[in-house]
């Protein structure tokens, strides 16, 4: 089973590691760099806050963009801190299901593509939803590139992303996407902790379903409330709507 993550917009404000080194997925090294590069020049331009989409509260990330090269890295399970990972809560697992996150988790990124929860990134600001020069939207930059990298690894798809990031990479038929719904409504702040609370108990369940309706199984069996829908077409992911009660 692999379990696809959005990134978070909350971040650990330092690392205390060495400089960005080799992370998984090198096939995808040379994009990292050309992104890594643009977002650098980016960050200096004088309309850097409209190219990044970042409001003035956050001038101060643009240097922090800037000197990504040089930056302090810490583990990714370490850097991203939003709702989703707090209710995930990777450093508090038991030993073998933190094992299990190491090898399930798949965190994607505007700027990597996609990492693991081991891999050592410095602190950033860059949205999948960029347009970022000269290279343009990122999802779509990413998307032939995650493909390559990610279609050949086994397993049934567990998409945890949100729109912006599940644009980067399409699993198909052996995805199912898990939407989070209140009152008949989708909602947005407590899909992320749901999602989060959900990734948590499969990890801690030692859950490792091969198919979607083993997957609806296994939720079921944890106390959520879930409809498993197949997919409209062959090559689109299968969907599992969870109602809160």
Do not use: C
Not at 147 to 157: Q, R
């Amino acid at each position: 089973m692999l379990m696809l993550l959005p990134p978070s917009e909350g971040k650990a404000s330092e690392g205390d590691g060495p400089p960005l080194a080799e992370l998984s997925f090198p096939t995808l090294a040379a994009s990292r760099k050309r992104v890594v590069s643009a977002l650098v020049r980016a960050s200096k331009r004088r309309d850097a806050l409209d190219v990044l989409g970042l409001t003035p509260g956050l001038v101060g990330e643009l240097a922090r963009n800037a000197a990504l090269r040089e930056a302090p890295t810490l583990a990714a399970a370490e850097l991203y801190t939003g709702v989703l990972y707090d209710n995930l809560g990777l450093a508090t697992l038991e030993p073998e299901a933190s094992r299990r996150a190491e090898e399930s988790i798949l965190i994607f990124s505007g700027l990597w593509g996609v990492v693991k929860i081991t891999d050592r990134i410095p602190p950033y600001r860059l949205s999948m939803g960029v347009n970022l020069p000269p290279m343009g939207g990122l999802a779509a930059f990413w998307r032939p590139r995650i493909a390559k990298a990610l279609d050949p690894l086994p397993g049934l798809v567990v998409d945890l992303r949100s729109a912006t990031y599940a644009g980067a990479w399409h699993p198909g038929s052996r995805a199912v996407a898990v939407r989070v719904f209140k009152d008949g409504k989708v909602v947005s702040h407590m899909a992320k902790a749901t999602r989060g609370e959900i990734a948590r108990s499969l990890l801690l369940a030692g859950a490792d379903p091969a198919t979607p309706d083993e997957l609806a199984k296994h939720l079921t069996d944890l106390g959520y409330a879930v409809d498993l829908t197949p997919p409209p077409r062959p090559t689109r992911q299968w969907t599992l709507d969870v109602t809160l009660r």
